[in-house]
């Protein structure tokens, strides 16, 4: 595959160094080792694994899923080999202090690197990407014996993790989990206990691509009385691995853990998604005994609080990934509509074909993709700068107001990508036409591969409760004021540059109402008509975040008259012209405090 296809570099480039400034890091101690000539580095080793280990065989994993024989999970050959590539580079660990064999690299440089690789194979990707984010929960929460027996090795990319939080009967409501865990006594990594339930939708749930798999397990636990606490306060956080570790560290007997099955799906197929059984006690019995070995991760009870370490860190995850998805779609068919002779213009007479790219619908679909795609990585790069920032920051309230605007921004960088870039996958087939609805051209599967993540690591719905629910109201709406005042920033050094004035009003304007509408809703008196439209709310919220981000970016442009400079102007202007406009309607429907969908009957439809 041509890396013009995956990510554009160019873009990466100017979204880095001549908008988010990243430079600027290494003059922090830990980032001091590091500049451009670091960066570009390890962008060029990411887009080479890219194109040469994990493109190959993206078709192919779609074609071939795993499969399961009752004893075994089995992947195509040339997953093993892509993901070893990868850990020989030493990427896995690539934030990681020096003294964990890490390169301490900015958490901004990795996704854009990441980029590249979700773009070429998302679901090859997604086998570190748990994996990572299970570490570094370990990392946080984790004691020095778990961290050294089960997070170092998913760091060095020898073993594999996952998270285990939904349940047959729970998905998202995780307050209905019954998977149990049973005190059983204290050993080397901690208090050990006998975990018993089912666990389903486990992404990498089996295989043998690694030497062990750690499994994160969501449970409950009895208090000193014997009595189960329901909800999810009554939550504990388990650390249950496939394979038992002895004191050395070498792999020990099989754990209790065994596929009950796996799942077959619209697209993401080359990762495969299990249901998991813990505590069978059919085909293994541990240390003699039936149920799986786990071990105590944080304090007891205080699971959900922990996991969620994991879960926002996915979350942005599946945001880079249904950006990259949307990004490498809107290559292809930025590709195809030049290459594409069709039709002629209205009131030529020429007998020959034109590009389709020169006929103006087609222009519109793709200014739209672009508008999508790279605002949706503009957002994905800006939330990882926040991470950047905070971890160095010297001032205390600094580092409190750079982490409540990421918790904030969290749900709209999960869910906007995995909506919209969607919709930039919808007309990548329709600009690829008939063809795009045929398994020849990539961009059909971009779609099924990315109509997973409206879905997984919390529902569009879910995210919008916790955006409307939780996170503009905590601290007094103190991460509503922090974004707020950036945004308020933006649009004053933006009224200053010639062009861009009409757009910061027009932010302004859409900002004054979300503050207003936002006020509304939390007047209303009822928690249940408030959070009643909440998805509505999230979408309005979302498209005010991207023309924030088309904002910056328009104004990092200014001035520069190359091609790229003017695409850049271009796709701001389509952003605030086509996009913005559609919150007013939005923020009508909400100040109404409209009842439609909550008087709603089951009976009626």
């Not at 969620?308 to 290559?331: D, P, Q, S, V, W």
């Not at 389709?356 to 672009?370: C, F, G, N, S, Y």
Request: charged content about 20%; hydrophobic content about 40%.
């Amino acid at each position: 595959m041509s890396n013009e296809l995956l990510i554009s570099r160019r873009d990466l480039e100017f979204q880095l160094y001549e908008w988010l400034n990243v430079g600027a890091l290494s003059e922090a101690k830990r980032y001091a080792d590091h500049g451009r000539e670091t960066y570009d580095a390890v962008l060029d080793a990411c887009e080479r694994l890219a194109i040469e280990k994990f493109a190959p065989h993206y078709q192919k994993a779609d074609r071939v899923e795993p499969q399961f024989d009752g004893e075994r999970v089995t992947v195509i050959d040339e997953i093993g080999p892509a993901l070893k590539a990868f850990a020989d580079a030493g990427l896995p660990a690539a934030t990681q202090d020096y003294e964990r064999g890490g390169m301490q690299l900015p958490t901004v440089i990795e996704k854009a690197a990441w980029s590249y690789l979700c773009a070429a194979n998302i679901s090859t990707a997604a086998y570190p990407l748990l994996s990572l984010a299970n570490a570094r929960l370990l990392l946080h929460h984790g004691n020095a014996a778990q961290v050294a027996a089960f997070a170092e090795p998913q760091l060095r990319g020898e073993w594999f993790g996952t998270m285990c939080l939904s349940e047959p009967q729970a998905g998202s409501s995780l307050a209905d989990v019954t998977t149990r865990a049973e005190y059983e006594g204290e050993s080397p990594f901690g208090g050990q206990y006998r975990v018993s339930g089912n666990k389903m939708w486990i992404s990498g749930g089996d295989h043998e691509l690694g030497g062990n798999i750690v499994h994160l397990v969501l449970a409950r636990v009895a208090d000193a009385d014997g009595q189960v606490i329901p909800g999810v306060k009554g939550l504990s956080l388990l650390l249950v691995p496939k394979y038992l570790v002895n004191d050395d560290g070498s792999l020990g007997e099989r754990n209790d853990v065994r596929v009950a099955g796996i799942n077959h799906k619209m697209g993401y197929r080359g990762i495969v998604n299990t249901l998991l059984n813990f505590g069978e006690g059919t085909a293994y019995q541990p240390a003699g005994k039936a149920g799986a070995i786990g071990y105590l991760v944080g304090p007891l009870h205080g699971g959900l609080a922990c996991m969620f370490h994991m879960m926002n860190e996915a979350r942005i995850g599946i945001g880079l990934g249904a950006t990259a998805l949307g990004y490498t779609a809107y290559l292809h068919s930025l590709d195809y509509a030049r290459n594409r002779p069709q039709g002629r213009s209205l009131g030529s007479r020429s007998s020959k074909q034109q590009p389709i790219i020169e006929h103006a619908d087609v222009r519109r679909m793709l200014l739209a993709q672009k508008s999508y795609a790279e605002g949706a990585l503009g957002l994905t790069l800006y939330c990882a700068l926040l991470v950047d920032q905070a971890r160095v920051a010297t001032d205390e309230s600094e580092r409190v107001q750079l982490e409540q605007l990421l918790e904030l921004l969290t749900p709209i960088a999960k869910s906007w990508p995995s909506q919209w870039c969607l919709a930039g996958n919808d007309l990548a087939i329709q600009i690829h036409g008939g063809y795009g609805y045929t398994r020849e051209y990539k961009v059909e599967q971009f779609y099924r591969d990315n109509r997973l993540n409206p879905i997984h690591e919390g529902t569009h719905g879910v995210q919008a409760m916790d955006l409307l629910g939780r996170k503009v109201t905590m601290n007094d709406g103190a991460a509503l004021m922090q974004f707020s005042t950036r945004v308020s920033a933006t649009i004053d050094h933006a009224s200053e540059l010639d062009g861009l004035a009409s757009h910061a009003d027009a932010l302004h304007a859409q900002l004054k109402r979300l503050q207003q509408v936002t006020r509304t809703l939390w007047s209303a008196g009822d928690p249940v008509l408030t959070l009643a439209n909440a998805s509505v709310y999230l979408e309005a919220f979302g498209h005010i975040v991207i023309a924030w981000i088309w904002l910056q970016q328009a104004a990092a442009a200014h001035g520069k008259d190359s091609d790229f400079h003017q695409g850049k102007r271009q796709a701001a202007r389509y952003f605030f012209a086509w996009e913005l406009p559609k919150v007013t309607a939005q923020f009508d429907l909400l100040a109404a405090l409209d009842r439609s969908t909550l008087d709603m009957r089951d009976s009626w439809f």
